[in-house]
C-alpha cells in the first residue's frame, strides 16, 4: 500500500514535470493578420488592384521557423488553391507560391506543435477558416469604414472591430514621415485562444513578445514598414488607386 502510493507520487511527478517540459516551447496564441494591399504596395512598389483585406500570416506567439526539414509541398494543399490565390495572395509575384512557403517555414512548422494543426493542410485551411469567419472586409464595411479619401479616426476604426468582436485587435500603420499629420492604415491582427477562441491582442509589442512575433519577426521586407498606429493622428484608408 505504502509503495504504491510513493510510486503513484513518483510517476505522477514526473508525468507532471515532462507536461511542462513539453509545454514550455509550445505557442499560447495565434495571430491572423491581415493587410491591405493599396498599403502594402505604397511600400513595396507593386501594383495590385484588390480592394479587399487579404490574408499575410497566422502566427502563433512562439517559434520561427521551427522545422527546417518540413518543405512546403503545394499538392499537399491543392484543394485549397483557389481560396488561397483569392484570399492570401502574394502581391509581390502573384503567380509564385513563394510567399505560402516562406509563411509556411517561418510560422506554419510552429503552429503545426499543436495537434490541431499538424499538417500543411490543416495550418493552411484553419487560416483561411478563420479569416472567412471573421470576414473582416463585410465587417469594416457594414460599419462605414470604407477606403476613403476622407480621414477616419484611428478610434472610429478601432471602435469598429473592438464592438463587433468583442477583443482588442492590433492595428498597425505607415508612416510616411514623421510630421505628416496622417498615418495609412496597413495591417490588422486578431488573435486567438489554442482552442481558435478570440482574444485580446496586446495593444503594444513588449521587448519579451517582441522576440517571438509581430512585425519586428517579419523582417523579409514584407511589412516591416508597420508600425502600431497612433491613437492621436488621423488615419488614411486608401482607395485603390
Ligand atoms: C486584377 O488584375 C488581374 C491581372 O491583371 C486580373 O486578372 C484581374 O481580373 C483583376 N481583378 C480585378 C478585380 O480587376
Ligand atoms: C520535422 O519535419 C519532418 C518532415 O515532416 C518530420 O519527419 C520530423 O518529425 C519533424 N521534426 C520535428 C522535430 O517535429
Ligand atoms: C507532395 O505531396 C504529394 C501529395 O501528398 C506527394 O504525393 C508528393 O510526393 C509530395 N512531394 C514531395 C517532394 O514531397
Same mark, same amino acid.
Given at each position: 500500500m505504502r509503495l504504491c502510493s510513493v510510486l503513484l507520487v513518483c510517476?505522477? #511527478? #514526473?508525468?507532471?514535470? +515532462?507536461?511542462?517540459i513539453s509545454q514550455q516551447h509550445m505557442w499560447t496564441k495565434l495571430i491572423l493578420t491581415h493587410h491591405w494591399p493599396s498599403t502594402f504596395c505604397t511600400m513595396e512598389k507593386c501594383h495590385s488592384n484588390i480592394s479587399y483585406w487579404t490574408l499575410h500570416g497566422l502566427w502563433p506567439d512562439k517559434g520561427v521557423d521551427c522545422n527546417s526539414s =518540413?518543405?512546403?509541398?503545394?499538392?499537399?494543399?491543392?484543394?485549397l488553391l483557389p481560396d488561397m490565390k483569392k484570399s492570401w495572395p502574394d502581391l509581390l509575384h502573384p503567380s509564385s507560391t513563394g510567399f505560402w512557403k516562406y509563411e509556411w517555414h517561418?510560422?506554419? &512548422? @510552429?503552429? +503545426?506543435? +499543436? !495537434?490541431?494543426?499538424?499538417?500543411?493542410?490543416k495550418y493552411f485551411s484553419k487560416a483561411l477558416e478563420l479569416y472567412?469567419?471573421?470576414?473582416?472586409n463585410?465587417?469594416?464595411? %457594414?460599419?462605414?469604414? &470604407?477606403p476613403s479619401e476622407k480621414y477616419y479616426t484611428f478610434s472610429q476604426i478601432e471602435g469598429v472591430i473592438e464592438n463587433f468582436y468583442g477583443i482588442k485587435p492590433k492595428i498597425q500603420?505607415?508612416?510616411?514621415?514623421?510630421? #505628416? $499629420?496622417?498615418q495609412i492604415l496597413g495591417q490588422?491582427?486578431?488573435?486567438?485562444?489554442?482552442?481558435? &477562441?478570440?482574444? !485580446? @491582442?496586446?495593444?503594444?509589442? &513588449?521587448?519579451?513578445? %517582441? +522576440? $517571438? =512575433?509581430?512585425?519586428a519577426m517579419d523582417v523579409?521586407?514584407?511589412?516591416?514598414?508597420?508600425?502600431? @498606429? !497612433?491613437?492621436?493622428?488621423?488615419v488614411y484608408y486608401p482607395p485603390l488607386s
Open positions: 510517476l505522477s #511527478a #514526473a508525468v507532471s514535470s +515532462a507536461f511542462v =518540413w518543405h512546403f509541398n503545394s499538392s499537399e494543399i491543392e484543394d517561418k510560422h506554419g &512548422t @510552429c503552429a +503545426a506543435k +499543436a !495537434d490541431s494543426l499538424d499538417s500543411q493542410h472567412h469567419k471573421l470576414d473582416l463585410s465587417v469594416l464595411e %457594414k460599419f462605414h469604414i &470604407t500603420c505607415v508612416h510616411p514621415s514623421k510630421n #505628416a $499629420g496622417v490588422i491582427e486578431i488573435c486567438f485562444n489554442p482552442d481558435f &477562441t478570440l482574444l !485580446d @491582442c496586446e495593444k503594444q509589442l &513588449t521587448n519579451d513578445n %517582441k +522576440a $517571438g =512575433w509581430g512585425n523579409d521586407n514584407r511589412g516591416s514598414g508597420f508600425s502600431v @498606429c !497612433d491613437h492621436d493622428m488621423e
